[in-house]
């Protein structure tokens, strides 16, 4: 069993940033692949960014509404995954979600993740 605690979602101005941290604890990290995925009300949950925890792979990948904005990045160490946010749009409004899959390979399909943390709560205003 593995548990997620996110963290650092609030409130914040158009233009402005905010980093989610996730926290990790329970089954060994190290082989897991690690996601960000994002809901807002009535709409579905949609793929943010993920990153693979395996030290020999740093490849990370990004959602195209967020490339060049987000930023995902990990410390093995901390078992923990952050999500540094920059240039915060309205639309970028949701509860956030971490996501493990113990596959250890990172997908962009939510269906595919085995462990998720509670959410934290992003509201950007304009």
């Known amino acids: 069993q593995v548990q997620l605690d996110e963290s650092g979602g609030g409130l914040m101005q158009a233009g402005g940033s905010l980093r989610l941290s996730c926290a990790a604890s329970g089954r060994t990290f190290g082989s897991f692949a690690m996601g960000w995925f994002r809901q807002a009300p009535g709409k579905e949950r949609e793929f943010v960014a993920a990153?693979?925890?395996?030290?020999?792979?740093?490849?990370?990948y990004y959602a195209d509404s967020v490339k060049g904005r987000f930023t995902i990045s990990r410390s093995n160490a901390k078992k923990t995954i952050y999500l540094q946010m920059n240039s915060l749009k309205p639309d970028d409004t949701a509860v956030y979600y971490c996501a493990a899959r113990s596959a250890g390979t990172p997908s962009y399909n939510h269906s595919q993740y085995d462990y998720w943390g509670q959410g934290t709560q992003v509201t950007v205003s304009s």
């Open positions: 990153i693979s925890i395996m030290w020999s792979d740093d490849t990370r």
